[in-house]
């Protein structure tokens, strides 16, 4: 595995905790987005995760100062990827948008850059052509709250170079992550493949008016002792995330069900600013959720 500088392509929630916890472990990292005010975001955000270095991982003033040292950031797609080993894309969940990326990011990277979706739901074999290398693609998943949920899932597709698995296997536990490889494309991975009906079936609860966010998620937590709930889990990953699944599910399905769940995360949350824990709010209010409360299992 001879990565060195690793290019972090789309700069939210996730984007971000990739580039930081990459740059945490001694990687060059440069954070790619379409614009400098996105850039400006995930300095933003990246900052604020370094009180959760210090908390939960113990991390010094040094060890922050030198892992902001190792980030670049560039709003210019063959400058950002000019000297990268590896480029993770971390884009919105949109077929559309991932393929016209990967075309234009085959035009400028090296021939020597190995390319991984982040793609919570979306297969590597679906864009596998248009990267113009698919011998060097696979798929790199992370869990929200990276330096905490330290996986990282390996997904092949038919056509990935064994020595290209291999490598990416070995980053994945460079920076920290427990790497667990997938030999077969699965929608999904292994996490999502259980996470995701979970988080539709309480958002189906939700749009069918059975019960509401915080009744849902205290059934959840006091029958299985999960530290959260599904709607808790949603304004980690981010509604806006939710949204384009839900949205994709409903195009893909037809299922009425599915475009009520969408134009639900559309007009009662996105249009207005509540993203998710992130932003402040989304089903709960931070940084002192309902659900932390001590009472809440019992009231």
Do not use: C
């Not at 996105?38 to 955000?45: H, I």
């Not at 698919?134 to 020595?163: Q, R, S, V, Y």
């Not at 599915?258 to 209010?285: H, Q, V």
């Amino acid at each position: 595995m001879n990565f060195k500088h690793i290019t972090v392509a789309g700069s939210g929630v996730l984007g971000s905790q990739i580039a930081f916890q990459t740059a945490f472990k001694g990687f060059e990292v440069t954070v790619y987005d379409i614009n400098d005010e996105a850039l400006e975001r995930a300095k933003s955000r990246i900052h604020d995760l370094m009180p959760h270095y210090q908390s939960d991982l113990g991390a010094s003033e040094e060890e922050l100062a030198a892992a902001l040292s190792r980030l670049s950031f560039n709003s210019d797609l063959a400058q950002a990827v000019a000297q990268a080993d590896l480029v993770i894309e971390a884009i919105p969940e949109v077929v559309q948008i991932k393929t016209e990326f990967y075309q234009e990011l085959s035009k400028v990277a090296p021939e020597r850059t190995v390319f991984a979706t982040n793609s919570s739901t979306l297969l590597p074999s679906q864009f596998a052509e248009a990267t113009g290398r698919p011998e060097k693609f696979l798929a790199l998943h992370f869990a929200n709250e990276i330096w905490k949920n330290n996986t990282g899932e390996i997904m092949k597709h038919p056509g990935t170079d064994t020595t290209v698995f291999n490598d990416v296997i070995e980053f994945v536990k460079a920076i920290g992550m427990v790497a667990l490889p997938l030999h077969k494309e699965q929608p999904g991975y292994i996490l999502n493949s259980l996470l995701v009906p979970l988080l539709e079936a309480a958002q189906l609860l939700l749009v069918k008016e059975v019960a509401d966010p915080e009744t849902i998620d205290k059934t959840w937590m006091v029958a299985t002792g999960a530290p959260m709930g599904p709607f808790a889990i949603l304004d980690v990953v981010g509604i806006n995330t939710a949204y384009n699944i839900g949205l994709a599910k409903a195009k893909a399905t037809g299922d009425p069900e599915f475009e009520k769940i969408a134009n639900l995360l559309k007009s009662e949350y996105l249009d207005k600013g509540k993203i998710g824990r992130a932003a402040g709010e989304g089903f709960y209010k931070y940084p002192n959720p309902s659900f932390a409360e001590p009472g809440f299992l019992k009231s």
